[in-house]
């Protein structure tokens, strides 16, 4: 046998069957396939001897721009060049084709590219990452403060096993996919669960939700090739004719088409899937590695504050007044103050691996300003920078005074050499979500 695919039985295909086909064999194609000259730029920039779960994770999120951004411009610009594209098709090629053969082909590859899409980002919601638990900056922030997509992330963040379970009805349709037999069991699967997404990103003003359409416009691909079918099969209950294209491989091809096969899971769910537990152990993306002061992390209040020795005494209206500090595990210091705030946005899912790009615990909030810090133990100064690319020329030299486990004086001078001092005392806050996991679902829970 010569050839890889043999037709038990041919299709009869009309002429306007052909060139819808066209277009959407066209349209598909471009949509899938990297054409794109970042898709290259990106994958010749990886290290493949230390290939990192960013790695995967970009490579998988490939959709073609001709804009420079993910807008729906790029459809149209897609759909035009496959338009034209159809009208050539008919008038310069002229030799039969095997139109059965052509759509399976067509569908293995836009099965293979859904797969990819929702594997890397089930496995950033399996293991729970893609929304972490809120900073202790995040659970002393007032509610109004947040927009409406940071809220939507902590909300899901403070239930990471609802989280998993969401990452594991991806990871599971996107296995499904991968099996011809099972794909329309998957489309059946993402379109309500993507198509939530993509909607969910619309209303809280997200900036996914151009991918989360494309991903969705595959499976519809994907689920159109059975949908009339299982229309007249369970909703007019009347008998279907199955499809009767069977794919035959010949000895000489399966070895390559199990290899390719198994290089695939090897890649996007084996070496992904344990990249992505290693991140989640080491702590996710969304937040910076170095750590923070030994014994310092929590809530203090202002007890004390001075400005140019100026007494300020508490106010939530003084912009200059600090109102309360917080002090992360990681090397971040937030500060409250009625001080206006220009907002980060983070419109799009990004894997940062420098810590002076990972934004997320300052993105969509205002209320509070965020400093990055280096401690220097041995003269005991902390210099603080604002994260926040809006005021690159806030920043603090503090001396740094731990006066006991709950009082930490600061003093020093602003990059506009005015003094600061401040006094903290640490408050004993306890928390509903944190307490309620302690207590679990049955114990009674007392704050």
């Known amino acids: 046998m010569s050839n890889i695919l043999e037709l038990n039985s041919q299709t009869n295909w009309s002429n306007k069957e052909k060139t819808i086909f066209r277009f959407f064999a066209i349209y598909f194609f471009l949509q899938v396939l990297p054409l794109d000259i970042r898709f290259f730029r990106h994958l010749f920039s990886i290290n493949w001897l230390h290939v990192q779960y960013r790695d995967i994770f970009y490579l998988s999120r490939y959709s073609p721009s001709f804009t420079g951004q993910d807008s729906f411009l790029n459809w149209i610009i897609i759909a035009l060049v496959a338009s034209a594209g159809t009208l050539l098709w008919g008038k310069a090629y002229a030799k039969p084709i095997n139109y059965d053969k052509l759509y399976y082909w067509l569908r293995v590859l836009v099965r293979y590219r859904l797969a990819a899409g929702v594997i890397t980002y089930g496995f950033l919601k399996f293991f729970p990452i893609q929304a972490p638990f809120p900073s202790i900056s995040n659970l002393n922030t007032n509610y109004g403060d947040f927009t409406a997509w940071k809220l939507f992330s902590l909300g899901l963040g ?10 594991l009805v991806e990871i599971i349709s996107g296995l499904l996919l991968l099996n011809r037999k099972t794909a329309i069991i998957a489309t059946f699967i993402i379109l309500p669960f993507t198509g939530n997404i993509a909607i969910s990103n619309i209303a809280y003003e997200g900036g996914e939700y151009v991918y989360a359409f494309y991903l969705v416009s595959l499976a519809l691909y994907l689920f159109a090739f059975d949908a009339v079918r299982l229309f007249n099969l369970l909703s007019l209950q009347k008998p279907v004719q199955p499809n009767h294209y069977q794919p035959v491989f010949d000895n000489k091809w399966k070895p390559y088409r199990l290899s390719l096969k198994s290089v695939f899971i090897l890649f996007f769910v084996v070496l992904y899937g344990a990249k992505t537990y290693a991140g989640y152990k080491k702590g996710g993306y969304h937040f910076p590695e170095k750590k923070g002061i030994e014994q310092t992390s929590g809530l203090y209040n202002v007890s004390e504050f001075r400005w140019n020795g100026q007494l300020i005494p508490y106010s939530r209206t003084d912009s200059t007044r600090w109102q309360s500090v917080v002090f992360e595990k990681w090397n971040t210091v937030s500060i409250q103050s009625n001080k206006a705030v220009v907002l980060e946005n983070l419109d799009t899912e990004e894997i940062y691996s420098d810590d002076k790009d990972r934004i997320y615990e300052l993105a969509g909030t205002q209320g509070r300003h965020y400093y990055s810090y280096d401690f220097d133990s041995t003269r005991s100064v902390v210099r603080l920078k ?47 979500t944190i307490e309620a996991k302690k207590a679990g679902r049955r114990n009674a829970l007392k704050l």
Request: proline share 4%.
């Open 158 to 167: 403070v239930v990471p096993d609802y989280q998993s379970f969401l990452g």
């Open 386 to 432: 604002n994260r926040n690319r809006h005021y690159p020329s806030d920043q603090l030299v503090l001396s740094f005074q731990k006066k006991n486990d709950s009082t930490i004086v600061l003093t020093g001078l602003s990059a506009g050499k005015d003094s600061v001092y401040a006094v903290l005392h640490k408050i004993n806050k306890k928390y509903l």
